[in-house]
């Protein structure tokens, strides 16, 4: 079945790039997603990139997107204390319909002041 | 005004209980989503209904039943609660099929005793 991993935690400080790693096995994956959930919040979408893109650029945000190894990546500019959440990777195997929506196991990231 | 609404935020009761999580979504959006998260912060889809209708339904005890009263509303009624019914449950609802594109409640906080 379709997996998404990613690493559980990632400290960094204020002000340096933060870089969200996420692996996914599907290679029917259409839609990757990169979500972001604050403490005690639900998911909120922060992006996502189409399979035939290599790279999404959105103010701070820019995802890439390796097809080839199944690698997915969210880099944060200027990372800020308001930052401070937990990052879900999530893919879909298609636009249309109602396809399940797999994710990852998300990524704890700490930014120190 | 909240997009997506869920009631109660959290729910303390003893195993074997039958309990009702509520969902309300004011966004005119066709289709709606209950997911898991489990303490580990993996998250599951467990079901989907399209203008009130079943359509994603993933291996989950039919102690788990949803209904859905009308395209707004999708209530999660859970049946003898077993501690492993333990997590936050969210509901979430978008337009059409992008499950992933969707906006997320708050999440409900159940704790089986």
């Known amino acids: 079945g379709e997996d998404v991993e990613q690493s559980l935690f990632l400290s960094v400080r204020e002000g340096d790039s933060s870089v969200i790693n996420c692996t996914y096995t599907d290679s029917s994956s259409t839609y990757l997603y990169w979500y972001k959930q604050e403490p005690g919040a639900g998911l909120q979408l922060l992006t996502y990139i189409f399979s035939n893109m290599d790279m999404k650029q959105d103010q701070r945000l820019t995802v890439l997107l390796n097809k080839k190894d199944k690698h997915l990546s969210l880099r944060i500019a200027d990372t800020q204390t308001g930052d401070s959440a937990i990052y879900f990777c999530?893919?879909?195997?298609?636009?249309?319909?109602?396809?399940?929506?797999?994710f990852g196991t998300g990524t704890k990231l700490q930014v120190i002041p | 005004d909240t997009a997506v609404s869920q009631t109660p935020k959290y729910l303390v009761t003893q195993m074997g209980n039958d309990k009702s999580i509520k969902c309300e979504q004011n966004l005119g959006h066709d289709t709606m989503y209950w997911y898991k998260q489990d303490s580990k912060k993996f998250l599951k889809i467990m079901f989907s209904?399209?203008?009130?209708?079943?359509?994603i339904n993933e291996t989950v005890p039919n102690r788990f039943s949803p209904k859905s009263p009308d395209k707004a509303h999708l209530n999660l009624h859970i049946n003898s609660l077993e501690l492993g019914d333990s997590a936050v449950y969210f509901c979430?609802?978008?337009?059409?099929?992008?499950?992933?594109?969707?906006?997320f409640g708050p999440g409900t906080r159940l704790t089986v005793l």
């Open positions: 979430a609802s978008s337009q059409g099929g992008l499950a992933a594109g969707g906006f």
């Open positions: 209904y399209n203008n009130k209708e079943l359509i």
């Open positions: 999530a893919e879909s195997p298609n636009s249309g319909g109602y396809q399940k929506v797999t």
